[in-house]
């Protein structure tokens, strides 16, 4: 009775949805287009959805689509593990749900692409692996933080997100690359480096095979693949975001946020993510009540700012590694933050930039505190068919089982076995601790404010830059600023991938104090508004999906 019951209640929904089309504005969708998945934005997906021109069904199966095309064919980009099976029902619930009593938020019916570290419950139909053979099939206690926040707001999600394997903790490997995965390339070039360790968050919104994504970040993992695939990120304040159901590398200094195609998109999905949970303390201590981040997009918000250039260390080539021509075009960016009003500190550096830059206090921070969390993850897992239950037991695993985790050019165990060695948390842990927060914030990012009485600080995202606001866990929000130029010389980035490479993009970075996200949204509003970086160039042809709504409407 029981199975007879919910097909009737599917093929109840089904006719409420087949109603739902027929009775859409049809106005609306003779008179207004169906947006361009490749850069549609929340907006305009919801005021399609809530007009009827089409339904959340609709962009699953549109989605769907365009991640076969382009994922493991084609290009074979390896952006996404794999998608929800429950995705079409969960839309079909909240198409009705809709029609019924409207819209729970703005992102109601938005199909949002999680990266492969953050918990989704295993009876929906998803793994939850960061990436390894080692936890495929684990069934974790609940869903994410962040997702219960999602599906909350009605979004769908949509399926999990190739990664660089722990989140680019395990050794050296080149980024994007996971057991699971494989490696996952840019959009923007064929086989250059996506920069991780959200590689598969970024390179799926640079696209459009998501709405929106969700990536994390200890040091580096949503500023890099923002700025390497012409999308926007935002590296929350460590605490502005639940890490709980996050698989971990340090809770000192992870943090999840949203890689979009917009500020916009950006803020809307920060303001439904952001606020406490229980389930995670570094939440509780946030000011409340969480700003709708919206209300920070303003054109004019640089009109009279003071806006700091860090140049040392991170602005010098021989420290960063970067290309000159990331400093070419940064200069010009900070001629066009001149323009939209802003007062240019220049420079206005950290004290402690040269003590960042010889410092190996995050290492030894991020190796202890992994081995203890990832350990207490492992405890924490209902069931692990592979057995796996520790950071010794994974290091054994990747070498018994060598096909799946251990292919020519990516055996590198270096992270996990220094992480093994550490032997908790010990009076060096505690003082390395200590002098991260002063190197990052006392002394660094704080002190540079106070000194200049600066607004925020401005860089190109290449290089250190992610470094300062990684260890005194604050926040970094990351827009389009350019694309390396044709006659730029290839390098190796991997066994697979090339950086820099011609049209590979490059990212700019306004950083700030703890919590101060609300300024940095609107500075990168401004900027991005102004300039329209990211609708300068597409991604490389055969990397474009060709589905569109179109294509799937009434099918």
């Known amino acids: ?80 593990i794999e998608t929800n099976p429950s995705a079409l029902q969960e839309a079909a619930v909240l198409d009705y749900e809709r029609l019924t009593y409207g819209p729970r938020s703005a992102l109601h019916g938005i199909p949002v692409l999680v990266k492969d570290n953050i918990a989704t419950v295993a009876f929906e139909g998803m793994n939850t692996t960061a990436g390894s053979y080692s936890l495929l099939k684990s069934m974790v206690p609940d869903d994410a933080g962040v997702v219960k926040r999602l599906r909350k ?122 606020g406490p949970d229980p389930n995670d303390n570094f939440t509780l201590a946030q000011p409340t009540p969480v700003p709708d981040y919206i209300l920070a997009l303003s054109n004019t918000s640089l009109v009279g700012k003071r806006i700091g250039v860090p140049r040392a260390v991170f602005l010098n080539d021989s420290m960063t590694g970067n290309d000159p021509y990331v400093n070419e075009v940064f200069e010009q960016a900070l001629e066009t933050l001149k323009v939209l009003g802003a007062i240019v500190v220049d420079p206005a550096d950290l004290p402690s930039a040269y003590a960042i830059y010889e410092s190996n206090n995050e290492t030894l921070v991020l190796d202890v505190d992994f081995k203890v969390q990832l350990n207490a993850w492992f405890d924490s897992l209902i069931a692990n068919p592979s057995g796996v239950a520790s950071l010794e037991d994974l290091i054994i695993f990747d070498n018994n089982n060598p096909t799946l985790e251990e292919p020519a050019g990516y055996t590198d165990q270096s992270i996990l076995i220094e992480s093994q060695a ?55 929000v990351t827009v389009p600023l350019g694309f390396y130029p044709e006659n730029v010389t290839v390098g190796s980035a991997g066994p697979e991938t090339v950086y820099p490479a011609p049209g590979v993009p490059i990212g700019l970075s306004f950083l700030g104090t703890a919590w101060s996200e609300y300024s940095l949204v609107s500075f990168a509003y401004a900027y991005e508004q102004k300039t329209q970086t990211r609708l300068q160039r597409k991604a490389y042809a055969a990397a474009i999906p060709t589905t569109q709504l179109a294509d799937v409407i009434g099918n």
């Open 1 to 80: 009775m029981g199975a007879k019951l919910v097909t009737l209640f599917w093929v109840w929904l089904a006719l409420g949805q087949s109603l739902y089309v027929s009775r859409g504005v049809v106005s609306a969708s003779i008179t207004t287009p169906l947006p361009d998945l490749y850069e549609a934005s929340v907006i305009e997906l919801q005021a399609g959805l809530t007009s009827g021109q089409f339904t959340s069904v609709d962009l699953i199966k549109a989605y769907f689509a365009r991640i076969e095309e382009v994922n493991l064919q084609g290009p074979v980009l390896r952006a996404v």
């Open 153 to 274: 707001a009605g979004a769908i999600i949509l399926g999990k997100a190739n990664l660089s394997e722990w989140a680019h903790f395990r050794g050296n490997i080149a980024s994007g690359w996971s057991g699971r995965g494989g490696q996952c390339t840019n959009a923007y070039y064929p086989n250059a480096d996506p920069c991780g360790s959200s590689a598969g968050s970024a390179v799926s919104a640079s696209i459009g095979l998501a709405a929106v994504t969700l990536g994390t970040e200890t040091d580096g993992s949503i500023t890099c693949p923002a700025n390497q695939n012409n999308v926007v990120g935002i590296k929350p304040t460590v605490g502005l975001t639940s890490r709980a159901g996050v698989i971990p590398i340090s809770e000192h200094q992870d943090t999840v946020g949203p890689l979009t195609r917009s500020v916009t998109d950006a803020a809307i999905v920060l303001s439904i993510i952001a």
């Open 422 to 476: 550490t032997t908790g948390f010990n009076a060096s842990y505690y003082q390395s601790l200590a002098f991260d927060k002063e190197l990052g914030a006392t002394s660094g990012i704080d002190a540079a404010l106070a000194m200049y009485a600066l607004d925020a600080l401005v860089l190109p995202a290449p290089g250190y830059t992610t470094v300062p606001a990684a260890i005194a866990g604050y926040p970094i």
